[in-house]
């Protein structure tokens, strides 16, 4: 009994099982129930994207032809220059640069649904999926002999139809396993069953494209390409290719005709058909090309057929004119069979005028300078600028439009030109104020008429006033508060303080820096000097001179000096209010009177002004008149600080201000403190910045170059010498302080450095001498000890010509007397400077020089020996 139900039991399992593995046993599966109770197909159980099957070679192959025709479009891009006429016809060509291009790329759609009329080949993927009471799922691949094998039906030969048609057989065979099969779609319900046929992994086709392509040749391509995704990869059409018929020919024959302007103009073409395996496409030379230059949106060269109007390719292919283009007249150049011609074409022909191939089609712009309705306003008018002739047909109502006249318009005299009929310029005069009291008629205006209203200001010479000397300069701020012109003249000259100190004294008077502060004329330029820079001099006493500037600002009516020296930023503190000169131009108004003719050229005039210029009883009531020249002069009691500086050894260094214009050394020693133990009096000495002037220094330059042009040996430093900036004084400071106001007690200048050094202990040698260096102090030794102690002299010494340097910067040289020389005496300090000796000329050249004077010599004796006999006969 347990053997028997053992057995029962595995018999219904295996039915079971057989049940699930067998479609038409298979039970319901009410998963796949929606809410509704509509059955809902699964999906694929083996649903993948859909992918082009390449073989291997086809991959290696269409790898290669991409490259190449990347590479051939970058080689393309970099053609020599004698191909630049291709470069530039392909560059105009409508529609080459869209096959052209490294960026862009037309593939096929592997995603869209599958054509009605895609035809089935080998190695194209037909994925079956059965759905309903039973399921299964089918990925076919058609084998290359057409056929696809289904399990327990055998092989369905499906090549060479189309999708539906494959749909159809397929269904018609699998309904013999799968009773009550129907297609998806038509009453679907969870009771039926149901098949559902659709197109995966797809094959590759092989298609020719010849002709005048950029790259021709075999291509293997996915199966739902189309004729533009091939000639996207052939390059598209040459420099001589039709855009317009390319043919797809298959078995033979001529099956579509693509025009690739629909594509481009319109983005579809009804005649753009899927490829199939051994198709050939076919682009021939085109027929007829013209090209469109100037004002249409898109210029180029356009491919047209015999049928089509001028102004529909103007439309459709150009895009149309642009909205500057003259519509009016199209020129256009059309070759002939011996040479060109020039054809004119109205606006009202472009609809019915077929252009031929070769024409050349110029659409010029508007003339932008020409208006039909402009007036224009120019002058001194509040609104000046161009205004519309239907708005201001007349001559007063344009200058309401304009805001009126300003106030310093000259209303006398307005002036209107005008082209005339005969194409002459025309001027017409009108006076304002007649028109505005109805004495004279309107004058009725004209297109491109110009009005001309002039400035008062305009018809006189512009008048100025000039302002002289200790003024302080003014600051004007525009009306936008954005700039600042700001006046100012040189300030006051001081020396700095920290370049004293340092030793390193500049000899030009220095300005006292005012940010932001310049002296500026009426014409915006920078005032200049009183006296020009050549002849400005650094000494003390010409630095208010130096200082003082010529300021010219604009006249006003009724200004007073007062008011001139406000506007010219005020009085500076050295000014002197008791006298100022006003000089006037002379004026003569009438020359009917001959003794009204004398020498007088200006009117001078004299008078004091307010110190603080507040208008009260001492303000001048002195009117300007134009081109016054007025002079502020300085204050004959007022004085620039001035100083000096006192270095070394005194109790207190430093720099010091001069009490007085006569104060001396022993005077300014005695306030800083004397002199200290340390110090060298017998080594002071005086170092003076050098008062020259520009021209002075010019002068000096050229004295010393002809002076080494005219002595060939003499070699000068002319800039060394002519822009030194100190002079060395050698003083004796000792007699100047045991006699105070004596000989050598000097006077102090602006700028002067006292310097007193340390005792020193030694002499220096330098110069010609084996060994130069600095020897110890010897109270009994004379200069040629010294030279002994610097290894005595070389053979270039100049012995004759030895010269001592005192600390003090005093020289002195060696004396000759007959064959006796005489050397300086030597003090702490001093330098003995061996100069090296000049060499005149060659050996050979001094034995000719010296002959030559003993010949002249002997020449004049016998001269004067025959002269006394002939007297003495």
């Known amino acids: 009994m347990k053997k028997i139900l053992i057995t029962i039991f ?24 929606g809410t509704n109770g509509i059955y809902q197909p699964k999906s694929p ?6 992918e082009v099957i390449y073989a291997p070679k086809e991959r290696v192959t269409n ?30 060509i409508f529609g080459y640069s869209i096959f052209n291009n490294k960026g862009g790329t037309f593939e096929p759609n592997l995603k869209i649904a599958t054509p009605q009329n895609y035809v089935v080949g080998p190695d194209d993927e037909i994925i079956v999926d059965i759905n309903g009471y039973s399921e299964e799922h089918y990925n076919l691949i058609v084998n290359p002999d057409g056929f696809v094998k289904i399990n327990k039906i055998g092989n369905v030969y499906v090549a060479g139809l189309t999708i539906e048609e494959v749909k159809a057989r397929l269904i018609k065979k699998l309904s013999t396993i799968f009773v009550g099969l129907k297609k998806a779609g038509t009453n679907m319900s969870s009771t039926n069953l149901y098949a559902s046929i659709s197109l995966g992994n797809i094959r590759t086709v092989s298609v020719t494209i010849q002709g005048e392509v950029s790259f021709p040749g075999t291509y293997s391509v996915p199966s739902l390409a189309r004729v533009f995704n091939v000639l996207y990869l052939a390059g598209g059409p040459n420099e001589n290719g039709t855009f317009r018929e390319i043919q797809l020919i298959r078995h033979n024959r001529v099956i579509s005709t693509i025009d690739l302007y629909d594509i481009l103009t319109q983005g579809y073409s009804k005649n753009d058909m899927l490829i199939h395996d051994q198709d050939i496409i076919k682009v021939g030379v085109y027929k007829s090309r013209i090209e469109l230059k100037g004002k249409v949106k898109k210029t180029g060269i356009f491919e047209v057929l015999p049928t089509e109007k001028l102004d529909f390719i103007i439309n459709n292919f150009a895009g149309g004119f642009t909205e500057d283009a003259f519509k009016d007249k199209v020129k256009i150049t059309r070759f002939t069979n011996t040479e060109r011609k020039l054809i004119d074409l109205n606006a009202d022909v472009l609809n019915s005028f077929l252009p031929k191939s070769g024409d050349i089609i110029q659409i010029d712009p508007i003339n ?13 008018v509040f609104r000046p600028g161009v205004f519309s002739l239907e708005n201001n047909p007349t001559l007063k109502k344009l200058l309401q439009s304009a805001g009126g006249l300003k106030e310093n318009a000259f209303v006398g005299r307005i002036n209107i030109q005008r082209l005339g009929d005969d194409l002459n310029p025309q001027s017409i005069s009108v006076n304002f104020t007649d028109l505005m009291a109805n004495t004279s008629k309107d004058i009725p205006l004209k297109r491109e008429d110009k009005i001309y209203v002039y400035s008062k200001l305009d018809l006189r010479e512009t008048y100025t006033v000039t302002l002289h000397g200790e003024i302080n300069g003014t600051r004007e701020t525009n009306k936008d508060k954005n700039k600042q012109r700001t006046n100012i003249t040189n300030s006051e000259n001081i020396e700095s303080p920290k370049d004293n100190l340092s030793g390193n004294l500049e000899s030009d008077v220095k300005d006292l820096d005012v940010s932001t502060n310049r002296a500026v004329n009426i014409d915006g330029t920078e005032a200049v000097s009183e006296i020009s820079e050549e002849l400005k001099s650094n000494n003390a006493a010409n630095s208010l001179l130096n200082r003082q500037v010529k300021l010219t600002l604009p006249f006003i009516e009724k200004m007073t000096v007062e008011d001139l020296i406000l506007k010219g930023g005020g009085l500076r503190e050295s000014a002197a209010t008791g006298y100022v000169e006003v000089v006037r131009r002379k004026k003569n108004t009438s020359i009917d009177n001959k003794d009204l003719i004398n020498s007088q050229i200006a009117e001078i005039a004299k ?9 009260d009883k001492s303000s001048s009531t002195f009117e300007l008149e134009p081109f016054d020249e007025v002079f502020v002069r300085s204050s004959p009691n007022y004085e620039l600080q001035q100083f000096i500086t006192i270095k070394g050894q005194v109790f207190y260094p430093g720099i010091y201000g001069l009490e007085k214009k006569d104060e001396r050394i022993s005077d300014i020693l005695s306030r800083a403190g004397g002199l200290n133990r ?5 080594g002071a000495k005086l170092l003076r910045i050098s008062q020259i002037s520009e021209s002075e220094k010019k002068q000096k330059t050229e004295q010393l170059a002809e002076i080494q042009d005219n002595f060939s040996n003499v070699n000068i430093n002319k800039e060394k010498a002519v822009v030194s900036k100190h002079e060395t004084i050698g ?27 340390r005792e020193p202990q030694t002499v220096k040698v330098t110069g010609e001498v084996l060994y130069p260096n600095s020897v110890k102090f010897t109270s009994s030794f004379g200069v040629k000890d010294y030279i002994s102690q610097a290894g005595g002299f070389t053979s270039s010494s100049a012995r004759k010509r030895i010269y001592v340097l005192y600390s003090n910067g005093s020289v002195k040289r060696a004396k000759n007397l007959l064959f006796l020389r005489f050397y300086p005496k030597i003090a702490k300090g001093a330098e003995i400077i061996v100069p090296q000796k000049v060499k005149v000329g060659s050996t050979s050249q001094q034995i000719v020089s010296i002959v030559s004077v003993l010949t002249g010599t002997v020449t004049s004796i016998i001269g004067i020996i025959t002269l006394i006999k002939a007297t003495a006969q």
């Open 10 to 33: 595995v018999l219904i399992y295996t039915i079971n099982v057989w049940a699930q593995l067998m479609p038409f046993n298979s039970p319901i599966n009410t998963a796949n129930q």
């Open 45 to 50: 159980s083996k649903s993948a994207r859909r």
């Open 63 to 92: 790898d290669s032809i991409s490259n190449a025709r990347l590479s051939s479009i970058q080689k393309a891009n970099e053609l020599t220059k004698s191909d630049t006429a291709i470069i530039n016809l392909r560059k105009k």
């Open 368 to 380: 932008f300078d020409r208006f039909e309705n402009r007036l224009e306003v120019i002058g001194e």
């Open 607 to 615: 008078f004091s002004i307010s110190k603080n210029l507040e208008l």
């Open 678 to 682: 340390q110090a060298f009096p017998e």
């Open 731 to 757: 003083i004796d400071l000792v007699d100047a302080l045991n006699n105070p106001g004596g000989v050598n007690d000097l006077f102090l200048n602006e700028g002067d450095i006292l310097d007193i050094p």
